[in-house]
């Protein structure tokens, strides 16, 4: 059901997040994200504590924000409940709405820290950062985001989830898998329902394997969560939420954006990272984000091999020129390397699917 979602003390305007991905959703992208409508929260990557209090530069390059970058949940993960409690004070002085511990990490080098998921095998610890945290907030809420369990033989997200409502958490959002499955096998949606039926009144977020309106609505109608978060299929179609809300509020789907459309967000987002990360920065994000954008806009294997050879904002703006000019059918294009491929034919990348793009946790 479309509706708005009160955490804690904090309405958000719709029931859809986006979701934290490490290495993905920073400010340039959730501003992208934000502006085609619709997002209800969206987190900042999960953060290092003691990175964090201490303001090193990657995690402050990790943490910045905006007024336009609202409401923002901060994300955190480890394992020692000073520091998370110091860093949850350190976020809310700075004006985040949400600080959100992460429960649910796969990633062997936070699990071996007895972070991320691997918190799920030990609930007391669990228990106890989340009530140090959340004696350190004064205002702002306290939320959790977590995985079923370690695997199949220790499910333990419906026992938990009540302890951590006792405990002062104002929402839970549930990846609908265990660490083992990483991110294999089904979105256990009868597994969601049952952390939805276990807690008292504070709302479930379902999460897992949205890629339309439909699969949101099912999450929502499957499970009873009270809203749905959306990762990977937000990098590459950021309209995502519009779209859901529309389906949700409407019964119908607005049309995609045209292929300018599409050209003009990518555009936004390089201008974002512009203006926070340099030109360097951009360029090199670029190279490895047009892939994400590319898988909604096919045929578009020469964008891909177009971005991989840029140095500047001027070859990112020929390169989207050119990708453009030979959508239409005008130019034939030679690599930016002067290799000397011709890249005008593309028929055999008409209607063909890239590749998942390699995944960090
Ligand atoms: C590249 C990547 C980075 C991620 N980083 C985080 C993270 O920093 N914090 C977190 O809680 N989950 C993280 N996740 C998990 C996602 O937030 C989400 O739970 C998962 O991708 C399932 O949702 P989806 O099917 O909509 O992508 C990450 C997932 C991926 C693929």
Redo the contacts with the bound molecule.
Sequence with gaps: MAATLTIGTLRLATNLLL??????TDVSFRLVARACGSVGLAYT??LCPEGVVRENRRSMELAATCPQDSPLAL?LYGSDPDALADAARWAEDHGVHIVDL?M??PAEKITALNAGSKLLCDPDRALRIVERMKKSLRRIPLTV?MRLGWDDRSIVAAQLAPRLEDAGVAMIAV?GRTTQMQ?SGRCRLERIAEVVGAVRSIPIVG????RSPQDAKRMLDCTGCAGVM????ALSSPWIFRDVWSYLTTGSIPPAPTLDQKCQLMREHFRNLLHYRGERMAVLEFRRRATWYGKQMNPCRMLREQMRFINSLADFERAIEQFLEWRAGRVVVKRPSAIGRDMSDQEGDLGSRISEPG???
């Design positions: 979701a934290p991905l490490s290495g993905y990557d999960l994300q992460n649910g990490c985001k990846h991110y999460n897992g394997d949205i959306i990762g990977r299929y995944r960090s946790q």
